[in-house]
């Protein structure tokens, strides 16, 4: 494993969960390879927080699926700006894009990864999931 991982989950609301996501990349600006398993539901949102020893601008976050390796981030990971939080909402678009959906988790096993961060930086990523189809 490169880098280290902590998940917590809290349930904010009725239906919801939070899962976070703290991760903090080792010499190479990297974290890989440890796995969480996360409920069945639809991503209401993610929430991006570059920690205090701030990441590399521009560094990228993809949460695989360990079954299907599919990033459930649906690329809004990609980029990040090292100096400020964001919002993003993943979402699954049908091949014309002309319609698109919230990303649904089936539950089970996935693995965040980071890179391009730099070397001893860290964050957190804040996945709210419901339980719910919306």
Excluded at 31 to 57: F, H, R, W
Aim: charged share 10%; glycine share 10%; net charge negative.
């Amino acid at each position: 494993m490169a880098g280290t991982l902590t998940v917590t989950q809290t349930i904010p609301a009725q239906d919801v969960t939070q899962h976070s996501f703290a991760w903090t990349c080792d010499a190479s600006g990297v974290v890989s390879g440890t796995s969480a398993t996360l409920p069945p539901g639809t991503i209401i949102i993610v929430v991006v927080d570059p920690g205090s020893a701030a990441p590399t601008n521009l560094y990228d976050a993809v949460l695989l699926c360990d079954d299907h390796g599919v990033d459930v981030l649906a690329g809004e990971g990609a980029n990040l700006l090292t100096a400020t939080s964001a919002h993003k909402i993943p979402l699954i678009a049908n091949s014309a894009a002309t319609a698109a959906v919230r990303q649904w988790l089936h539950g089970g096993g996935y693995t965040l990864g980071i890179t391009n961060a730099g070397v001893s930086t860290s964050g957190v990523i804040d996945l709210y999931i419901s339980r719910r189809p919306l």
